[in-house]
């Protein structure tokens, strides 16, 4: 910038030669140096998800609670027996977190439990990330009756849809 200020001052033409040579070969290195950048953060990107993506979904019984102070909900993954099987802290999008009544329903879920996957609401949208999973801080609650059964169902139907797309 300071050559081209100095020869636009000056009007000599070598000046402007070696700016605009200078100026081509700066803006040169820069683009390739971005697209390096670019293609380097592409590569890291693929192999992180290509895992996620050519897994198979799983269906579970999930349970969403709000976590106070946070934008972030509690996405707990149930077991058969209702018990919590693995929790998330994530950033659930409003659809999906307003798409379950009381907080309960079924999620797919594909990735590994250990690392985090993709989750998404029976149908394949909307699809979030889940993060990293997290040591659910809250004592387990007993089961009341009605919580039971609405688990239990759930867990049914996790395991019909499962045996119904296995079976087609």
């Known amino acids: 910038m300071l050559t081209i200020v100095i020869a636009v001052a000056t009007q000599t033409a070598w000046v402007w030669f070696i700016g605009l040579a200078g100026a081509f070969l700066l803006s040169s290195a820069a683009g390739k140096s971005s697209a390096a950048s ?98 659910n801080q809250t004592p387990p609650q007993s089961s009341g009756g009605v919580q039971r059964v609405i688990e239990e169902e759930l867990a049914r139907q996790a395991l019909k849809f499962a045996f119904d797309k296995w079976l087609q």
């Open 38 to 135: 670019a293609k380097a953060t592409e590569k890291i990107l693929r192999e992180m998800t290509t895992p996620v993506l050519s897994g198979r979904w799983q269906v579970w019984p999930c349970r969403m609670e709000a976590v106070a102070g946070q934008a972030r909900r509690r996405v707990l993954l149930l077991d058969p027996a209702g018990a919590d099987a693995v929790a998330f802290l994530s950033a659930v999008p409003d659809d999906a977190w307003l798409g379950m009544t009381d907080g309960r329903g079924l999620a797919w879920f594909v990735g590994d439990m250990r690392f985090g996957g993709l989750m998404a609401l029976p149908g394949g949208t909307p699809i979030w990330w889940t993060g990293t999973p997290v040591i």
